[in-house]
């Protein structure tokens, strides 16, 4: 499978506890971005990475999130000492950016559940 | 500002056409989506219209985008009992970081 993998699928967790997840994108794919989902609402920007270099953070992204892509391939993405209201799907989708490209389509992964009790 | 708006729901009978409806408030806007979302899953990108174009068919599925009105909708001729699942409307906007907007999506639900 050659698509975007997020891992894990879900991820249950109590207040306060930190979580790291995972994306894996698209091999040839030079941008990847964060985006959260709540119920009944759409997808939410929460970051975005050229490469290795984070070029967008949305206010969403407290100072309890932080995202890395350290070899410009997978991301991980943390949020320490959860809260309730962290609970949604966490998706990660890629794209590959070029000049002319064309309409940037992005290629979602299956999306991390995280619940916070 | 940047805001989407589309109707929540929509019921049809398995054969019918369906018809989503998004309208969108920023006129800078260049590229437009449709994307499907089936439970439990992440979003799969239908189809897109190009901000200068009205129309665009792809098999079953017809976007037309009113530019005047803001207005953009899909249609999906001879709607399957598989076709049941949410659909959102996206815009990008000129100049930007191609980060789209999207709308609350609006669930179909396809029925015998």
Redesign the interface.
Known sequence: DTG?SQDPRHKITKRGQNVTFRCDPISEHN?L?WYRQTL??????LT?FQNEAQ??KSRLLSDRFSAERPKGSFSTLEIQRTEQGDSAMY?C?S?L?AAGAG?????????TRLTVL | GEDVEQSLFLSVREGDSSVINCTYTDSSSTYLYWYKQEPGAGLQLLTYIFSNMDMKQDQRLTVLLNKKDKHLSLRIADTQTGDSAIYFCAEILSGGSYIPTFGRGTSLIVHP
């Open positions: 975007v941008r971005y009944g609402q759409g997808p939410e920007f975005y070029l967008e998706l989708a794209s950016s309409s940037n389509e992005q290629f979602f992964g299956p999306g």
